[in-house]
């Protein structure tokens, strides 16, 4: 998913509507597998900036009013636009959602205080405007498009009343707190937004995440690493998605938030970057599910992952090697390497059983082939034994040097193997 500016402008050529730049858009995203989060309009400015003859920034007086007047830099006012953009694209999958405003909010200036009804004025706006587009366009999502860290018009409870309106779909947070986590405080922090959205029933996603290099340590692959935590840390919390600001194709920089190619966020983005440095894994008791020590930029820990090692999420954050199980609830857990603190429940019991059912096979996660050649090697060289006859193993049509599960079976199975460390 990224997030594009739909601004009427961009569609207006010598006043005149001109859809060219957005159906290319629409059509690069779907050509490589993308869904579009489309801003109708700017808080801040006409296209990033305040410009003359545009509205520039959105006083409480354009909240009001002046979104149902003509807009002086395009053909029709945003109430207008917001209809006219909805109908033209309502039947286009490659939309993801509608957002109504970049970064709302209601101030009587740009550098003036909230306009004293401002949460009342902000709820009407959003109102009016999704309601246009939901009568035209019934298929796709609705965000207003907040901050959420305390906004005029958004502060504290008012960001749930305002996010309760029928017609929006979607909540959202902006974070650009370089070393923390979980962002904010106890009344506009993320958490907080969380829970009020979970009381709404309605996903949270952070539409633009930035961390600037120079902030925690300044080099890229370390923005990388705190992009990972960040990211685990509010999945796990609840959020749905992260959009991070923002794309240069120029490259990146350490002094500034731009993520160009090659950058190593990326991989992180697109959530293809590598397990690492493997010590050790347990299987599920159903066979779906993997348990691993391992280490993934930079931060080592206890993952957990599908049976294929696709769809790792980070658990718990440990420098140390630890040795991966599964409760006999399937809850995958971990212990330091020391026998007297090894569980009763075993999870090298659980490897033969899965084994012998043949309900579970590992291909080569994304991780270095060395791993894979390694751990193969190991599997069919120890312990030393006779394999079992073809005839009375499992059937497989999967390559023995690809999937763990047969390679199993080819040494007999030994309770030892879920033990045997990668590293």
């Given at each position: 998913?990224?997030?594009?500016?739909?601004?009427?402008?961009?569609?207006?050529?010598?006043?005149?509507?001109?859809?060219t730049?957005?159906?290319?858009?629409?059509a690069?995203?779907?050509?490589?597998?993308?869904?579009?989060i489309?801003?109708?309009?700017?808080?801040?400015?006409?296209?990033?900036a305040?410009?003359t003859?545009?509205?520039?920034?959105?006083?409480?007086?354009?909240?009001r009013?002046?979104?149902?007047?003509?807009?002086?830099?395009?053909?029709?006012?945003?109430?207008?636009w917001?209809?006219?953009?909805a109908?033209?694209y309502?039947?286009?999958?490659?939309?993801?959602a509608?957002?109504l405003?970049?970064?709302?909010?209601?101030?009587?200036?740009?550098?003036?205080?909230?306009?004293?009804?401002a949460?009342?004025?902000?709820?009407?706006?959003?109102?009016?405007?999704?309601?246009?587009?939901?009568?035209?366009?019934?298929?796709?999502?609705?965000?207003?498009?907040?901050?959420?860290t305390?906004?005029?018009g958004?502060?504290?409870a008012?960001?749930?009343?305002?996010?309760?309106l029928?017609?929006?779909?979607?909540?959202?947070?902006?974070?650009?707190?370089?070393?923390?986590?979980?962002?904010g405080?106890?009344?506009?922090?993320?958490?907080?937004?969380?829970?009020?959205?979970?009381?709404?029933d309605?996903p949270?996603?952070?539409g633009?995440?930035g961390?600037?290099?120079?902030?925690?340590?300044?080099?890229?692959?370390?923005?990388?690493?705190?992009?990972?935590?960040?990211?685990?840390r509010?999945?796990?919390?609840?959020?749905?998605?992260?959009?991070?600001?923002?794309w240069d194709?120029?490259?990146?920089?350490?002094?500034?938030?731009?993520?160009?190619?090659?950058?190593?966020?990326?991989?992180?983005?697109?959530?293809?970057?590598?397990?690492?440095?493997?010590?050790?894994?347990?299987?599920?008791?159903?066979?779906?599910?993997?348990?691993?020590?391992a280490?993934?930029?930079?931060?080592?820990?206890?993952?957990?992952?599908?049976?294929?090692?696709?769809?790792?999420?980070?658990?718990?954050?440990?420098?140390?090697?630890l040795?991966?199980?599964?409760?006999?609830?399937?809850?995958?857990k971990?212990?330091?390497?020391?026998?007297?603190?090894?569980?009763?429940?075993?999870?090298?019991?659980?490897?033969?059983?899965?084994?012998?059912?043949?309900?579970?096979?590992?291909?080569?996660?994304?991780a270095?082939?060395?791993?894979t050649?390694?751990f193969?090697?190991?599997?069919?060289?120890?312990?030393?034994?006779?394999?079992?006859?073809?005839?009375?193993?499992?059937?497989?049509?999967?390559?023995p040097s690809?999937?763990?599960?047969?390679?199993?079976r080819?040494?007999?199975?030994?309770?030892?193997?879920?033990?045997?460390?990668l590293?």
């Amino acid at each position: 998913v990224f997030r594009a500016w739909f601004f009427q402008q961009l569609a207006t050529t010598n006043g005149v509507r001109d859809w060219t730049g957005f159906d290319r858009t629409l059509a690069a995203a779907r050509r490589h597998g993308f869904r579009v989060i489309a801003t109708l309009i700017d808080q801040w400015g006409d296209c990033g900036a305040s410009t003359t003859p545009g509205y520039g920034y959105k006083t409480d007086t354009w909240y009001r009013s002046g979104y149902m007047q003509p807009d002086p830099i395009g053909t029709t006012s945003y109430l207008g636009w917001a209809g006219e953009v909805a109908t033209r694209y309502r039947d286009d999958p490659t939309i993801l959602a509608w957002q109504l405003v970049n970064e709302a909010e209601v101030k009587t200036a740009q550098n003036g205080p909230c306009a004293a009804d401002a949460a009342q004025v902000l709820k009407t706006f959003a109102g009016n405007a999704s309601g246009v587009i939901r009568g035209t366009d019934p298929n796709h999502l609705i965000s207003l498009g907040t901050i959420g860290t305390g906004q005029c018009g958004a502060q504290g409870a008012e960001y749930s009343d305002v996010h309760s309106l029928e017609n929006i779909d979607l909540c959202e947070y902006h974070d650009y707190s370089p070393n923390e986590a979980m962002p904010g405080d106890i009344y506009n922090g993320l958490q907080v937004r969380i829970n009020q959205c979970n009381a709404l029933d309605k996903p949270l996603f952070v539409g633009e995440s930035g961390i600037r290099p120079m902030d925690v340590g300044g080099t890229l692959g370390a923005r990388a690493r705190a992009f990972q935590a960040k990211f685990e840390r509010q999945f796990e919390a609840g959020v749905v998605g992260e959009l991070v600001w923002a794309w240069d194709k120029n490259g990146s920089l350490t002094d500034n938030y731009d993520i160009g190619p090659g950058d190593p966020a990326l991989g992180v983005i697109s959530g293809t970057t590598s397990l690492m440095g493997i010590e050790s894994f347990a299987i599920s008791n159903d066979g779906r599910r993997l348990a691993l020590s391992a280490e993934r930029n930079g931060v080592e820990g206890l993952y957990l992952a599908d049976r294929d090692g696709t769809n790792a999420v980070f658990l718990a954050a440990d420098s140390h090697p630890l040795r991966p199980y599964f409760t006999p609830n399937d809850d995958a857990k971990s212990h330091p390497h020391c026998p007297e603190t090894a569980p009763k429940w075993s999870p090298s019991d659980q490897m033969l059983r899965a084994a012998r059912s043949a309900r579970f096979v590992l291909s080569t996660y994304p991780a270095p082939r060395r791993w894979t050649r390694r751990f193969s090697t190991a599997i069919q060289t120890w312990p030393p034994r006779t394999p079992r006859s073809p005839r009375t193993a499992p059937r497989s049509s999967l390559e023995p040097s690809v999937f763990l599960g047969r390679l199993i079976r080819r040494s007999r199975a030994s309770p030892r193997l879920a033990e045997f460390p990668l590293s």
